[in-house]
């Protein structure tokens, strides 16, 4: 019993990290174009990570696009700025966007 208890709960300790960021691209809109794992009005997020897997700089690169927005690498359909995202949680996003597999 207390196995199955512990397996449990490393198992929700995992997700929480997951979860919570999803619930912050929730929160900043995020979701109203990307999804995880389809493609909405934008790329999803798996696409994202896909995309830019061996390129060291990314999360930089895609924490200044999500605050700034951008154009042309996905599409004739830009992304506009988010000025309401702080730095750091567009960090926080380019970071799990990355770890999307």
Not at 22 to 29: E, F, I, R, W
Not at 35 to 51: I, Y
Not at 52 to 76: E, R
């Amino acid at each position: 019993m207390k196995r199955a208890f512990l397996v449990a709960a490393l198992g929700l300790a995992a997700a929480a990290p997951a979860l919570a960021d999803l619930a912050l691209a929730t929160s900043k809109n995020c979701m109203s174009c990307h999804a995880v794992d389809r493609k909405v009005l934008g790329p999803s997020f798996k696409e994202v990570a896909a995309k830019y897997k061996d390129n060291k700089g990314a999360a930089d690169m895609l924490a200044t696009k999500i605050v700034k927005g951008g154009s042309g690498v996905w599409g004739a359909v830009p992304m506009p700025a988010n000025n309401q995202v702080s730095e750091a949680d567009a960090k926080k996003l380019a970071a799990w966007v990355l770890s999307t597999k």
